[in-house]
């Protein structure tokens, strides 16, 4: 293998090990939510959807991103992130109490 193979060996190798932290955080992420889906369950008043919060999310991961992701991109990202979340704490309703 060439010297640019091996370092291309050496970069996958970086992504895999941040693919693995990745969804271990996404995981974190997704049991939060679900916490939350469970309070929410047992206050009539909460709703799944809360549109101001996610305003909120949102703006957090821009003023985080350094790039070189755009913020369109993350948007794209979490846009998927998001309703996998609401999604999980839908399935706590159609679930026996
Ligand atoms: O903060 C909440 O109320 C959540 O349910 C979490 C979360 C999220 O995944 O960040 C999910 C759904 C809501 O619309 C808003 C935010």
């Given at each position: 293998?060439?010297?640019?193979?091996?370092?291309?060996?050496?970069?996958?190798?970086?992504?895999?090990?941040?693919?693995?932290?990745?969804?271990?955080?996404?995981?974190?992420?997704?049991s939060?939510?679900?916490?939350?889906?469970?309070?929410?369950?047992?206050?009539?008043?909460?709703?799944?959807?809360?549109?101001?919060?996610?305003?909120?999310?949102?703006?957090?991961?821009?003023?985080a991103?350094?790039?070189?992701?755009?913020?369109?991109?993350?948007?794209?990202?979490?846009?998927?992130?998001?309703?996998?979340?609401?999604?999980?704490?839908?399935?706590?309703?159609?679930?026996?109490?």
């Amino acid at each position: 293998m060439g010297k640019a193979g091996s370092e291309i060996e050496q970069l996958r190798q970086e992504i895999d090990e941040i693919d693995k932290a990745l969804v271990e955080l996404l995981n974190k992420r997704a049991s939060l939510s679900l916490r939350i889906g469970e309070l929410k369950r047992n206050d009539s008043q909460s709703a799944v959807y809360v549109p101001d919060r996610e305003i909120v999310v949102y703006s957090n991961i821009i003023s985080a991103n350094r790039g070189p992701l755009s913020d369109s991109a993350l948007k794209s990202i979490y846009d998927v992130i998001i309703e996998e979340s609401r999604r999980l704490q839908m399935s706590l309703y159609h679930r026996k109490r």
